[in-house]
């Protein structure tokens, strides 16, 4: 078993879904955590489930609050090895055409710059660290075109290059920086998805599910214990010549749709 034990690791968006699995695999693996997310309530859940785990409740799309976020789990853990740049959001579905630059814009401003600046002010901390690890998530739209979701896989597109250019910058300092591509996310999002494209064809949900996963090689969705596992991994001394790497999880993907 891979293990983590020491590591002191901040995770973004870390209350639920791909980031609470995250959390939940290197505490299990020996580390410290500090989680940061907007949703208050599952913070104080994950409180009860994980009590060693430090939160806060921290946009990161403000970029004062993002500063005084990364300072405060610095100081919580004592300093950084393990930076998870989980936080993002999913943006309006529309065409180029039809897009409010308004929702352009915020998609950009969380996604790419809220991320740049929590890395811009974890790098110090993690210079300092004896083998620090920088994980991004991007994800399949991050591969491929995706149509009606601009703003989205704009900026997972950019993360690509944000995480190349990490691991150019931060490998004399001994920083590994890695991109992970994550598919379609098995859980509660991805039925309500589906259930909402059944309403709109008059097909099941069943028959919107096989057409969803038609374009895969591995026909199930992403399990994020599995995304958990290969953060672990990559965040691991296994992991020690990985870097600039953008590694999918996806099934065998041919598509993003």
């Not at 921290?58 to 500063?67: K, L, M, V, Y």
């Not at 896989?153 to 250019?165: E, Y």
């Amino acid at each position: 078993m891979t293990t983590s034990t020491g590591l002191r690791v901040l995770v973004t968006a870390g209350a639920g879904g791909i980031g609470r699995a995250i959390t939940e695999a290197f505490v299990a693996a020996g580390a410290s955590a500090y989680v940061c997310d907007i949703d208050a309530a599952a913070l104080q859940q994950m409180q009860v489930n994980l009590p060693g785990v430090v939160t806060s409740v921290c946009d990161i799309a403000d970029r004062a609050a993002a500063s005084r976020m990364v300072a405060d789990a610095v100081s919580a853990l004592g300093g950084l090895d393990v930076l998870i740049n989980n936080a993002g959001i999913a943006g309006p579905t529309a065409s180029v055409e039809e897009m409010d630059p308004d929702a352009w814009e915020a998609v950009l401003r969380l996604n790419l710059t809220g991320t740049f600046i929590v890395t811009q002010q974890a790098i110090p901390f993690l210079k300092q660290s004896r083998a620090g690890v920088i994980l991004i998530m991007s994800s399949l739209a991050g591969r491929f075109g995706y149509p009606n979701r601009s703003p989205y896989a704009t900026t997972k597109w950019g993360l690509i290059g944000f995480t190349k250019t990490l691991s150019r910058e931060l490998g004399e300092f001994g920083i590994r920086v890695n991109a992970i591509l994550p598919g379609a996310v098995g859980g509660p999002r991805i039925q309500q998805v589906l259930a909402g494209r059944a309403s709109a064809s008059g097909r099941s949900i069943a028959q919107e599910e096989a057409a969803a996963l038609a374009n895969q090689s591995i026909r199930h969705f992403v399990n994020p214990e599995d995304i958990a596992a290969l953060a672990v991994f990559l965040a691991s001394d296994a992991g020690r010549s990985i870097s600039g790497q953008m590694i999918p999880i996806d099934g065998d993907s041919q598509s993003a749709s």
